[in-house]
């Protein structure tokens, strides 16, 4: 499975970004997709994460703010972003596997897209 993050900027505080992600596998409705985010001198971190069936789980410090959704049809999986803070500058990743557990941890994914940059200025 490839997959390929997008929709990474500059955005203002309190602004909103879209990023996208993009799987090349036919079988992409069976996959679950996560977002995760890096910070400079930090651990990959957990977003959110949407199910196969679409279910949806969020780290805290996005909760009310980040919204993620899939589209099967276009294997596209998408991370609205809206309220941006300072402290949500970062790589974003997108990964993907076949259900399991450890869905909020890194380890939990085989299948990582090469990251996209969003930097939100104060």
């Known amino acids: 499975v490839q997959l390929q993050a997008s929709g990474g900027g500059l955005v203002q505080a309190g602004g909103s970004l879209r990023l996208s992600c993009g799987a090349s596998?036919?079988?992409?409705?069976?996959?679950?997709v996560a977002w995760f985010r890096q910070a400079p001198g930090k651990d990959r971190e957990f977003v959110a994460v949407?199910?196969?069936?679409?279910?949806?789980d969020y780290a805290d410090s996005v909760k009310g703010r980040f919204t993620i959704s899939r589209d099967n049809a276009k294997n596209m999986v998408y991370l609205q972003m809206n309220s941006l803070k300072p402290e949500d500058t970062a790589v974003y990743y997108c990964a993907a596997d076949l259900p399991g557990t450890g869905l909020t941890g890194p380890m939990g994914y085989d299948y990582w897209g090469q990251g996209t940059l969003v930097t939100v200025s104060s």
């Open positions: 596998t036919r079988a992409f409705s069976r996959y679950v």
């Open positions: 949407v199910r196969s069936l679409g279910s949806t």
